[in-house]
């Protein structure tokens, strides 16, 4: 008994008075009752709520925001696009427009999107984690390694889950896209979407399988060195090659190439340089080769298009004879090439290859001198040329091309960050791996076979961001928002016809059909548009319609039986169904209506902004010359265009007047008047 | 634990920022070697940007002495709002008396007001204001949209790759960055402008209409751009309130 009475006596001497136990019980009671609420008060985003109070408070629309506000944990929940986003919670002010001034974080408004953020939610774009309610779990790698807030220079890879088409508004997402079909990546690296079709490669890289017909074992050697060194816009990468891997890699290639006798050809004509030094050039200028070739100026600026390769050094590229027989026929050495086939007489040849030999580069192979290889080296270069995948590229006789070289990157936009490896010094996000991969290949680690690219710092970021567009979301998001890209249709012309437009690649430029180029205007519907003694008269002497462009139309000697082809399939194929060209006369307009016309064209309309009529008077150059356009075009085209130009030809800036028939039948009369004088029929 | 969680969380934060400002402090800062007199921009102000990402052309600035020759050795420090990036943010003028330094602008479009500082002989500070601009998707889109349709009159300079008829034109249209001009017309009046033409604001006729060319969002991404262009800058209207 004296146990507990002695317990009692120590419980005593501890509180003295029997009724402090249920004193301090009850206030231990109301501490832990009062955990819970605490805990509450004191949360993060209810530290975020109060800021934004404080925030608004004084502002002259405090009363809207107020009355907006919604104190507690906001969410937008999505089961169609697994989406739980709770950032609305402590970011405020996301959709109040009049919070454009607030810079402060996270209470900012969100920018103008076309998208509505109680359809799509936040993560779908931002990334991150939305159910969560702290800052870290939320936004930082730390405790959701997988998906970490995307930084906002890459934002627009997120519009690229759902969008597979070109958008107007994402410059940085097309950019990558074009570099990665441009610069071969995806010839090596398999990209697939997910509605099953694959990105396409939309380079030329040109077959070896005759090389040593065009070109020199020691062009090949300093080329495999560093393309860059031959011309400043190659596409080609680096492969950082040895001296010893190059020699062996050039034998191979000459050794294993097959001579074929159309590859060159010698011309029987006198030499021409004799005859002036700068015809040379001026053929080169007059057959438009700088619309898809580039040179490089006296002040170094590349000048010219991209279509084909740069031309500043060809000279120390190209043996003569395979240059002349290329200039005659390209097809006869690359069946495949974009190159049009020329009708150029021997003397022009003689001109136009002179001219090209002379541009050279002396300082590229003068340090190269290559002994004749051994069996051991040829061997080794063979091995090189399928380690390092270049048939993946090239056609290259007995080496076959390699499936999968490199790894697919059909999700690498998803690729967790615990699978990849970062070298020191590097920011440990995928973002910051891809872009370091594309900059800096080889210091991952020593046998890699990724070439070195010369990218600018915006085409990485371009390309960083194509790439992390293409994630698991794009895969699992609903079909229904997936838009595709436009594919190119199969489309090719046929007949005699269709043979000599093969010929002539005009596809390489035009677009017919869905399929062809984007340089030259769409001929889908030229034979609705224009007359036939004016098509037949600009094959023969293409003068630019649009004196603005330095883009032009070559000259191809066409014969006059092709032209006649050429013409009669142009205007009898390629109609739009729903115009009859012939529903309205070509001439005997009422002068009265002509006269109401020319008033509406100068006064209402105010064409002479962008169009002429009178060379003389008019000053606008931005749409094509019309001092002619009345024996170009037909007049019911003329009407229908000026009705709605965007249906005949989708994308023209021609602006949609809105016009009424009549007001379109006069101006058709006005110009359908101006036939061009002294000059009829050859469009200009 | 949670409010535990987020206290260690702020203390991290309060940690990581005290270790980032010490680690600045801890570089060794450039020591000027000259001083000159006036700070003045080379190039590379009022650039235009994606929100975020990189400038694609450096801010080069120049220190001149009292006859406006180049000053080499002079300290240039780079300020400016939060979530704007200098690489370096310090530096010293080269040979030429210029410093340059690549801009990543923050995760908001609008205007950014960076601050170039360098010290002059009696130790006061020469801060020179240098705007940037940087687009978020509206501005982007309206940037896009324009230069395919209203730069072909709207901009001064006319270049063989991007062809304007600004000279041609009797009446000259006015380039998106006279604030003096755009700033005096509301949304509303551009929306008008844009959509049915010059006289619709009875402006010249020779602006046409693109009312049924543009969407009205690409309409209204003209407009934004324009305001984010708009040189002075364009103060949006307050909203107007009955009072109590």
Known sequence: MRTPNKLWNSWRGLF????????????????????????????????????YLKLIRNRPDALVLQRHFE??????????????????????????????????????????????????????CHRGQGAATTVAAAHDSTLSPDEPILPARYDEA??????????????????????????????????????????????EPPPLTHIADKTTREWIYAW???????????????????????RDISAFLIANSVAESGDTATLKVASATNADPAAGASLYGESFCASCHATQNAAGNLVGGDLGPELTAVGTKVKPEWLTAWLRDPKTYDGATSMPHYRFTDQQLALLSGFLESKTNSDLLANVHLDAATPEQLAHGKQLVEEYGCAACHEIRGVSRPDNYGPELSRVGSKPVAQLVFTTGMAETLPAYLSNKIERPRSFGPGLHMPQYTF???????????LL???????????????????????????????????????????????????????????????????????KNPNTLRPALIRRMPRFNLTDEERATLTDYMMTVYQNPTIDRDAMPLRGYLPAMVEHGRELFYGKYACQSCHMVDPAQDKGYIGPPLSAVGSRLNAEWIFLWLKNPQQLRPGTIEPDRDMSDDDAHALTAFLMMQTGSGNKGAGK | MKSLHGTAGMLAVVVAVCGCSRQHKAAPAPQATAVGSALVVSSGDKQLGPA???????????????QGNGVTGALVMFTGPAGVKFDPS???????????????????????????VTNNKAGHALPVQVPELAAGYQEELGYQVQRTYCSRCHNPESTPEQVSNHDNLSVPPHSFDQGDTYNKLSDADLTAIIGHGGPAMNLSVLMPPYGKTLTKAEIQAVIAYIRLVSDPPYQAPGLVYAKQ
């Open chain 1, 16 to 51: 003295r008075d029997p009724i402090r136990p249920f004193g301090i019980s009850s206030a231990l009671l109301l501490i832990v009752l009062a955990i819970a609420p605490a805990k509450n008060h004191f949360s993060e985003w209810r530290h975020y709520q109060r800021g």
């Open chain 1, 71 to 124: 104190p507690g944990i906001h969410q937008i929940w999505l089961p169609d696009l697994g989406v739980v986003d709770r950032c609305e919670t402590c970011h405020l002010g996301l959709t109040e427009t009049s919070l454009g001034d607030i810079r402060m974080q996270p209470w900012s408004r969100h920018p103008v999107i076309p998208h509505s953020m109680q359809q799509f939610g936040c993560v779908i």
């Open chain 1, 158 to 203: 997120s519009c690229g889950q759902c969008h597979h088409v070109a958008l107007e508004g994402t410059p940085t997402l097309n950019q990558g896209r074009e570099i990665l079909a441009r610069y071969g990546c995806v010839r090596c690296h398999a990209i697939k979407l997910p509605d099953g079709s694959a990105e396409q490669p939309t380079d």
């Open chain 1, 224 to 246: 495999l060195k560093d393309p860059k060194s031959y011309a400043a816009s190659a596409t080609m990468p680096n492969f950082l090659l040895s001296d010893d891997d190059a």
């Open chain 1, 456 to 466: 600018t710092p915006a085409q990485v970021d371009a390309l960083t961001t194509a």
């Open chain 1, 469 to 539: 567009s293409l994630t698991d979301r794009s895969y699992t998001l609903p079909a229904k928002m997936r838009i595709a890209a436009v594919q190119q249709t199969a489309y090719e012309p046929a007949g005699r016809a269709g043979h000599l437009m093969t010929d002539l690649n005009c596809m390489a430029c035009h677009r017919i059909n869905g399929h062809g180029g984007d340089m030259a205007p769409d001929l889908t519907w030229e034979g609705s548009s224009v007359q036939k003694q004016w098509l037949d008269a600009f094959l």
């Open chain 2, 52 to 66: 975020g990402a990189p400038l694609g052309q450096p801010l080069v600035m120049q220190v001149n002495d009292d």
């Open chain 2, 90 to 116: 310090e530096l010293l003028t080269d040979s030429s008396g210029q410093v340059s330094t690549n801009l990543t602008l923050g995760n908001t479009s609008g205007r950014y007001q960076l601050t170039a």
